[in-house]
């Protein structure tokens, strides 16, 4: 491998350390961090992400009381594949019914990922700001 | 690599970009909100005071100092740590002012100060994010700058370089085998 490849490389893993260095340890279901008082999750690098309470009674108004237990938060949007598109990682048709509800359109996933488009992700970061999560596609990579 | 490191940094910045757009929107948002706000509160204050009289209402707001608890965290917005600020606790409805000596003219004031209280708290937190995101999109700008105009053109010179060495080493080598050929004829 050429010098300026093994930097480029170098750079590459840093940069993607930097900027998924948010995802979080682990998710939490909305009806825990409901009961929270201070509803969080902590990220790989330690530090702590709020979520803001209204944002949780706003999802929590669009679902069911049984489904809040299997809706995992933060939702994680999916960058990288495509500049003008977003893919929304869902497990479980959860994710799909919100998203649908959030940007009012009928919305089907297709192999656990719904794809959106840039105006639909502006609008849906807009109305779910703390509790969607941006990762960046690490398979560039390969 | 250079075109996938570049790739990988633009779309990082379009993110922020539209972050930034978004975070200024809000910011605009929530200065007029906070902006109407005020003047409502200032407005309800000055009735209240024209109706109960300056010294009664000092003497009825003394009492009243509470603690508001205000929750701080932050949040990432594509590698960048913003600030997160939002205030808790309940509502409340005595607020230690006596409640027969007063009218309803300043539980609105007090009411209205309580919302500027909230407002104030999510200018703060749109007004840090847009500096932090402005900052990060200066320093990615420059990056991808730097890949597209330094780097990237650099590493195309040297495989052009290469390639044409190459060829002509081929080159060579061909002319060399056919003037051996000759020889040995």
Do not use: W
Not at chain 1, 6 to 11: G, I, N
Not at chain 2, 3 to 13: A, G, N, T
Not at chain 2, 37 to 51: D, E, H, P, R, V
Not at chain 2, 116 to 144: D, F, N, P, Y
Request: glycine fraction near 4%; charged fraction near 30%.
């Amino acid at each position: 491998m050429l010098p300026y490849d093994r930097m480029l490389q170098e750079y590459l893993r840093d940069e993607l350390r930097v900027i998924n260095a948010h995802l979080p340890r682990n998710q939490k279901s909305l009806a825990d961090l409901l009961r929270e008082e201070y509803p969080h999750v902590v990220y790989n690098n330690g530090s702590t992400h709020l979520f803001k309470r209204k944002e949780l009674e706003y999802l929590a108004s669009l679902i069911d009381a049984d489904k809040q237990e299997a809706l995992l938060l933060p939702v994680l949007i999916e960058l990288g594949q495509n500049q003008g598109e977003a893919g929304v990682i869902c497990v479980g048709g959860i994710v799909e019914e919100v998203i649908s509800k959030v940007l009012d359109m009928p919305i089907k996933g297709k192999q656990k990922r719904i794809t959106i488009y840039r105006p639909q992700l502006a609008l849906l970061r807009r109305k779910l700001k703390t509790t969607t999560q941006y990762v960046f596609y690490p398979r560039v990579l390969e | 690599m250079a075109e996938r490191v570049q790739k990988i940094v633009r779309d990082r910045l379009s993110i922020l970009c539209m972050e930034f757009v978004e975070t200024a929107r809000e910011s605009v948002e929530a200065r007029r909100r906070l902006l109407d706000q005020f003047s409502q509160a200032y407005k309800a204050l000055s009735i209240a005071a024209g109706y109960h009289g300056y010294i009664a209402l000092e003497k009825e707001l003394v009492a009243t100092e509470g603690v508001s608890k205000i929750a701080a965290g932050s949040r990432n917005i594509a590698g960048v740590r913003t600030p997160s600020f939002e205030l808790t606790g309940p509502e409340r409805a005595i607020r230690g002012y006596s409640l027969v000596d007063t009218s309803s003219c300043v539980d609105r004031a007090a009411q209205l100060a309580e919302k500027c209280l909230e407002s104030t708290a999510e200018l703060a937190e749109s007004q840090r994010s847009l500096e932090l995101l402005g900052m990060e999109i200066a320093r990615t700008k420059r990056i991808s700058n730097a890949l597209e105009y330094v780097m990237i053109p650099a590493l195309q010179a040297t495989m052009k370089y290469l390639y044409m060495k190459f060829e002509e080493r081929d080159r060579e080598e061909k002319s060399r085998l056919k003037r051996i050929k000759v020889l040995l004829q």
